[in-house]
């Protein structure tokens, strides 16, 4: 680059484009009603008791907002005016500063940081005029917009005089963004009306909070003490700063306490975090005159006894209900969220452990506010995992054994049983008999993928081929079912790695399951027995050719060494049809052939099941599901997750509000 060049750079100076300020400010600038709460907490930073606005009804005339704040010097608006991302906690502290003769209970932090609320007056012109009085001394200063270049706005400074007032006046004429006087009540009234100390007029009349339309109130009766009034308040903007929202204490309409706490209410824990969209909306007022002689002499707070814990437990009492009202849309959404991540565990369980695990989220969520997404799904697979474990095996392997027509003994096992473990039993009999229903819609059809359809079904229902295979005992051996493949090298097979326990054949499937054997001692010492599941594609006919081909995957297990020489080895051959030459079993030792009809396993299933199915489905047991968790459940597994964070279509949008 030549000299005159690098000399031209180095000299052109940083300019801002046209809409620069519009997006450093982004939503201050646009939106009316976070613009006005902008400046209105502008004053309240300011240490004001009192705003004054002036609201037009019509476009080219002028508002203005003025407070008895502290003021400013002209040296002090320079530098915090003119500043892009003036940093108040390093010049002026949190703490807000009041003017001299003010005297106030409490300390009032500020919610400005950055000082972007300042640019709220562009959302409606293009310039406005700003008095500002400090120490009986009044600086007039125009600021405007610049269509860029070295600077986003410019301040002209009028000129300077005497005054006997303190506090910042704000006025422009509204060229855009005009919204109704009722509207900018509301808005600013619902924000800071929580502050005794901090009045609010709008067009001569001064606000107050039971004349606006998002006061709740409802009288609560202390047994014993009293009666209180509790004001809910529902804030029509989200705010990320959380300050006068939560819970505050009135007395004789002073405040006691600092404004807008969660945790000033006595209990189990904190009843609402700060951080959640919920406290960044919602807001009450706790009336209770009947609490004046336990109040504090600097009216920090009360005093503990009786009467204030009494009171307080009102209060957090109807607050919870409150909230879990207002609530119970957001939480049923973040649930479901949770649940859809965790189907595939859910999937494994019966309607009873599901409802149970859905009762425990809905209470886990209104003790915990804080439990983020991740943490809510990490819950439910863990509960899951514990409801899978606890199946009441014990109970069912009895009822298995028992003769179908035995009802009399039935009848005595029954009257054994608490009324949760007739529960547990029946909903564990309807999620087998479900399991039957799926299998029987499947067996015969040869469209049907074993693999991936008939097979899992199996796997999980072993106890259909008889009692002794009901229980965590015999499981996949994958040992074994590598065993197969090597014997099967030869012939053409499908391949599968989602699926890697089962063995794909050309006309079918295949899979190994094996139980272990205990020495004296309790310790394991080898494979007790073997069970060889093949399951053939709708329509197959079994013939001597698949006996034999069963028997050799037998004789390769027990030639590879994978089990004793006594360990009794099962094959299960499954087909639709069953040929002549494959109708009984056969047995060679310790190994066994059973051929077997599809249809004629799933009724002998049906019978350990005591024919229960019509009695089962009236059941009232069968009734008590999760609502939440069903539904979740019926859906389709491709449908898209909501995104609990994401406004939906008609909720409010989260303003980008002061830092």
């Known amino acids: ?204 009349r001064q606000l107050a909070l039971l004349d606006l339309t998002g006061v709740l109130s409802v009288s609560v009766d202390v047994s014993g003490v009293g009666t209180i009034k509790i004001h809910q308040i529902g804030a029509p903007l989200q705010h990320r700063t959380t300050q006068l929202h939560g819970v505050t204490w009135w007395v004789n309409g002073k405040m006691v306490g600092e404004p807008g706490r969660w945790d000033d209410l006595d209990g189990p824990g904190q009843i609402l975090d700060g951080r959640t969209a919920a406290a960044r909306k919602y807001s009450f007022i706790v009336e209770a005159d009947i609490l004046k002689p336990q109040v504090k002499p600097d009216w920090s707070g009360f005093n503990e006894g009786q009467s204030t814990n009494a009171v307080k437990r009102a209060a957090q009492d109807h607050i919870i209900r409150c909230l879990d009202t207002l609530l ?23 309607p009873l452990s599901r409802r149970t695990i859905g009762v425990f989220i809905d209470e886990i969520q209104r003790r915990c506010p804080t439990l983020g997404p991740g943490d809510l799904t990490r819950t439910i697979e863990v509960l899951a995992t514990m409801e899978t474990a606890r199946t009441g095996q014990d109970l069912l392997r009895e009822l298995s054994t028992c003769s179908p027509d035995d009802l009399d003994s039935l009848y005595r096992i029954l009257r054994k049983w608490t009324a949760r473990e007739a529960e547990i039993v029946l909903n564990e009999l309807e999620w087998r008999l479900k399991l039957l229903g799926q299998l029987e819609s499947l067996v015969n059809n040869p469209s049907v993928d074993e693999l991936h359809q008939l097979h899992p079904l199996f796997d999980r229902g072993l106890w259909i081929f008889g009692p002794e295979y009901d229980g965590v005992e015999f499981t996949s051996n994958r040992a074994m079912n590598t065993t197969i493949r090597t014997l099967l090298g030869g012939t053409k097979q499908e391949t599968s790695s989602d699926r890697a326990d089962i063995v794909a054949l050309a006309d079918g499937s295949l899979s190994v399951h094996a139980r272990d054997s205990y020495d004296d001692d309790g310790e394991v010492d080898g494979i007790g027995k073997v069970l060889i599941v093949e399951l053939k594609k709708g329509g197959f006919t079994i013939t001597d050719k698949e006996i034999n081909q069963a028997k050799s995957y037998a004789k390769e297990i027990r030639k590879a060494n994978n089990v004793r020489g006594d360990t009794e080895i099962i094959a299960f051959v499954m087909g639709s049809v069953c040929g002549e030459d494959a109708r009984d079993d056969e047995t060679v030792g310790v190994i066994s052939i059973r051929p077997r009809r599809y249809d004629v396993v799933l009724k002998r299933a049906h019978a350990r099941m005591f024919n229960l199915q019509r009695q089962i489905k009236q059941s009232p047991f069968i009734a008590i599901v999760d609502d939440d968790v069903e539904e979740v459940m019926a859906r389709p597994l491709q449908m898209a997750l909501v995104d609990v964070n994401q406004p939906q279509d008609g909720a409010e949008r989260q303003p980008q509000a002061r830092q």
């Open 1 to 204: 680059m030549a000299a005159e060049d690098l000399r031209l750079f180095e000299d052109a100076p940083i300019t801002f484009g046209r809409r620069f300020l519009e997006r450093h400010a982004g939503y201050i600038m646009t939106d009316p009603a976070i613009a006005l709460v902008e400046l209105v907490a502008n004053s309240y930073d300011a240490g004001a008791t009192k705003v004054d606005i002036t609201w037009p009804t019509e476009y080219e005339k002028e508002f203005e907002i003025a407070d008895d704040g502290l003021g400013m010097t002209a040296e002090e608006f320079a530098r915090r005016w003119k500043q892009l991302n003036y940093s108040r906690p390093d010049e002026q502290g949190y703490d807000v500063e009041f003017p001299p003769g003010v005297r106030v209970k409490q300390t009032r932090m500020a919610f400005g940081q950055s000082g972007i609320g300042r640019h709220g007056a562009f959302c409606f012109a293009d310039k406005y005029l700003v008095e500002t009085a400090r120490d009986h001394i009044v600086n007039r200063i125009h600021v405007e917009l610049t269509p860029g270049g070295t600077q986003p706005f410019q301040c002209r400074f009028e000129d300077q005089g005497s005054c006997k007032w303190h506090g910042t006046k704000i006025r422009a004429q509204v060229k855009r963004s005009l919204i109704p006087v009722v509207q900018v009540c509301e808005v600013i009234g619902l924000k800071f009306l929580v502050v005794p100390a901090f009045s609010i007029i709008v067009n001569g």
């Open 328 to 350: 119970a849309g957001t939480r049923r959404m973040q649930k479901q969220a949770a649940l859809e991540q965790s189907r595939a565990a859910l999937g494994e369980l019966t």
